[in-house]
């Protein structure tokens, strides 16, 4: 018995059924690490292992969906394409954030509670009719965006520390003359030509065309002279329009409406700013008086300069624009044309010139009021709209026709025999039950719907629609005795474009031959022109057409081109080419300086921030993702 016990355990069966006792102790054993290690990742993304949450994508996107109908009221529709957007957005914002908050843990960047206070502060949505601090206002904000204060001002640090992250980086830019001016000499570069215009409307009256040409003419173009497809549907339509005539706004919702939405109603001060940056306080002092005496710009920006700093145009901003809130005290305490005295930030010394000011305005409740009752119908018909969808389908599936669940649920209905583009064999423009900006969308979804599916709701970028296809008419060729005079005038611009075709094409060959154009066209019994100082920008009114400025800029001298204009050819021969001349446009100059200054500091931000991205293994959960952008 012993030994027949041995000899089983020896064979690959036994074997086999031990590993599997083993394997079935060691699972048991560690149950909670194997359910650990096999259980589906619920996060949205993951930064350098850190987990973005569900949740947290689920409040962004829910912020995000709520400020877009807010912002396009009666147009906001919840479609799906909208919602996989706002999806990607929210989750790649959030990722952002993210890593710079990594960064900013790195960098050992600390924003005092003063600062996040200060602030809060300053933003005037939240400040009352005194000017002053409104904690209700600041309340209302909270409530509608789905903020919790502590939440809230968790993004304002995170926000602050990102925009000295942001600064920091930026203050590295440069517009130096080694980019600038061969740039300027390029932009500024002219020409000036040899230009034979050939409009379709002065080629030669061509022969009568026989009818055997027309004919042919007719069968070889068939997309001009055929009748396009239509489609005979039946279409029910639930809109937030159309529900929101059911819903009522109590003036006390309008009211507090107003107090929460108050920043969207209020213009802040915004000023035209430039500033110097200087590393040492002492440089600031003197460009600040050299300021004040009436130093232009450019001059500043060349002293800046030499003293290892620099210039630059701000541009129209509000206080928020300055995240420190000494440079924005300065900013905004200073008069009109005047300039500060130099104020220190963790980037150096700072001078403000202000240019410009542009005062903050309100706009009172009276004033908004029917906006904010249009928005806050819309809202609640968005809330209504869902529910009701569900029990439209239901109807559907249980056999009702679109005609039932219309009147049953009071959705928009009607049936209509059109064009893609909406209009009946006469090219009259159909009755739609969607507003003018809903046409096109609902339109594209009666088109692809195929003929005998059953009607089922479907949420478009029309609001929830049930299409019901009855017939499709194909385009088919219309008979050639029916549009014969189309047929005949089309004929005829073709005849005249092609004549005007080999004209420009005979004077192309003569330049290549070696005449002028001015001669070759003099032969031909064409007029030329001599036009001098073209440009690379198309000018409305040029006497040059604007489809020669791209071929005409890839020509040396004595070369010449053809191109099809809008009402004919144009032939053009380069006779001299004239660069620009940084020497000679210092303004130009500086000009350009500053916009590459401002280019080279966007695209460093860019590369920084991708770099960041890249170092910080961020990985995108798509299955999450999914369901974040689901209804």
């Known amino acids: 018995m012993l030994t027949a016990l041995r000899r089983l355990a020896g064979t690959w069966v036994a074997k086999a059924l031990f590993v599997l006792l083993i394997l079935s102790f060691a699972v048991w054993g560690i149950g909670d690490t194997a359910k650990n290690l096999f259980a589906p990742d619920t996060s949205i993304a993951r930064v350098g292992g850190q987990p973005v949450t569900l949740e947290e994508g689920q409040a962004a996107m829910r912020r995000e969906m709520q400020r877009l109908a807010r912002e396009l009221g009666p ?21 952002l954030d993210q890593v710079l908050r990594a960064e900013a843990e790195r960098l050992k960047i600390a924003v005092p509670d003063s600062a996040v206070r200060d602030f809060v502060f300053s933003i005037q949505g939240f400040q009352g009719l005194d000017g002053r601090f409104s904690q209700a206002a ?13 939440g809230f001002l968790a993004l304002i640090r995170a926000d602050l520390a990102r925009q000295q992250i942001a600064m920091a980086v930026r203050s590295g830019a440069t517009g130096p003359d080694a980019l600038a001016k061969p740039l300027l000499r390029w932009l500024e570069e002219q020409r000036s030509v040899t230009l034979v215009s050939l409009p379709a409307a002065a080629a030669p009256e061509p022969a009568a065309p026989e009818e055997a040409q027309l004919r042919r003419f007719h069968e070889n173009n068939p997309e001009r002279f055929s009748s396009p497809e239509y489609r005979e549907a039946t279409v029910a339509v639930m809109t937030a329009e159309l529900l929101s005539r059911e819903v009522e706004v109590t003036e006390a919702e309008i009211a507090a409406a107003y107090d929460a939405r108050r920043g969207q109603f209020e213009t802040p001060e915004r000023r035209r700013l430039a500033q110097a940056l200087l590393p040492e306080e002492e440089k600031a002092r003197e460009i600040s008086g ?14 800046a300069q030499a003293a290892g700093g620099q210039a630059l145009e701000l541009g129209l901003v509000d206080r928020a624009g300055l995240p420190v809130p000494e440079l924005a005290e300065a900013a905004f305490g200073a ?15 700072h001078v403000f010139k202000v240019e410009a000011v542009e005062p903050g305005h309100s706009r009172p409740l009276a004033e908004v009021r029917d906006q904010l009752r249009r928005d806050l119908a819309q809202e609640k018909a968005a809330d209504i709209a869902f529910e009701r969808a569900n029990r439209v389908e239901d109807a559907l599936a249980g056999g009702a ?5 219309a009147q049953r649920f009071g959705l928009g209905l009607a049936s209509f025999r059109a064009d893609a583009n909406g209009l009946d064999a006469e090219g009259r423009p159909v009755p739609l039950p969607v507003i003018e900006a809903a046409r096109a969308p609902l339109l594209r979804a009666v088109f692809a719907t195929d003929r005998g599916a059953a009607p089922r709701l479907q949420e478009t970028e029309a609001g929830f629609v049930a299409i019901e296809i009855k017939d499709i008419a194909p385009p088919a060729l ?19 474009l092609r004549a005007q075709e080999e004209r420009a094409a005979a004077l192309l060959a003569a330049t290549r031959e070696g005449r002028t154009l001015a001669a070759a066209a003099q032969e031909a019994g064409l007029g030329s022109r001599e036009v001098g100082a073209v440009g690379r920008t198309p000018r409305t009114g040029a006497a040059v057409p604007p489809e020669l400025l791209g071929p005409l800029f890839q020509l040396q001298p004595n070369e010449a081109t053809m191109v099809r204009t809008r009402d004919g050819f144009a032939v053009a021969q380069v006779l001299e080419i004239t660069p620009g001349n940084p020497e000679a446009d210092t303004a130009g100059l500086d000009r350009l300086r ?14 920084f921030l991708a770099a960041l991205r890249a ?17």
Request: aromatic letters at 8%.
């Open 615 to 631: 170092r910080s293994d961020v990985r995108v959960n798509p299955r999450m993702l999914d369901a974040l952008a689901q209804p």
């Open 138 to 150: 600041f309340q209302n904000f909270l409530r509608s965006n789905d903020l919790s204060e502590p």
């Open 75 to 95: 147009q906001f529709e919840n479609d799906p394409r909208l919602r996989r957007l706002v999806a990607e957005r929210a989750v790649d914002q959030l990722v």
């Open 478 to 496: 219309r008979p050639f005795e029916t549009v014969e005079a189309a047929v005949r005038e089309a004929w005829e611009a073709d005849a005249r």
């Open 290 to 303: 050299a300021w004040t005496t009436g130093a232009e710009f450019e001059a500043i920006a060349a002293q």
């Open 594 to 607: 500053r916009e590459v200054e401002q280019s080279v500091a966007e695209d460093l931000e860019v590369q």
């Open 401 to 405: 026709t679109l005609a039932e669940v």
């Open 335 to 349: 008069p009109e044309g005047s300039v500060t005295a130099p104020v220190q930030s963790p980037f150096g010394w």
